[in-house]
């Protein structure tokens, strides 16, 4: 079984800057796709970013420009690099795998707020 752990959120100014990072379980992590992804209050969980096993970036048209996804598969560790930082930011941030299943960690609290 695979087990993410996400670690880095916090209360963070708006403009400020936050970096995720999701440790992961097994002895296959670099052949998952991982994702970031965010869920507000009363809305749908949704994508932020994605980063596959070839270290191509998908991201949402909301967020472009200002994170970044990275990996490092020595580390089993994704990372979420969040810059300028918005309100509308504020959520659950979740970390996701998938190769054969789909895997979820618990997720960490990011709020952006003055």
């Known amino acids: 079984q695979v087990q993410l752990v996400e670690s880095g959120g916090g209360l963070v100014q708006p403009g400020g800057s936050l970096r995720l990072s999701c440790a992961a379980s097994?002895?296959?992590?670099?052949?998952?796709?991982m994702g970031w992804y965010r869920q507000a209050p009363g809305k749908q969980r949704e994508l932020v970013a994605r980063?596959?096993?070839?270290?191509?970036?998908v991201y949402a048209d909301s967020v472009k420009g200002r994170f970044t996804i990275s990996r490092d598969n020595a580390k089993n560790t994704v990372y979420l690099q969040m810059n300028s930082l918005k309100p509308e930011g504020t959520g659950v941030y979740f970390c996701?795998?998938?190769?054969?299943?789909?895997?979820w960690g618990q997720g960490t609290q990011v709020t952006v707020s003055s």
């Open positions: 097994g002895t296959t992590f670099s052949r998952y796709v």
């Open positions: 996701n795998g998938v190769w054969v299943h789909d895997y």
């Open positions: 980063i596959d096993s070839a270290g191509t970036t």
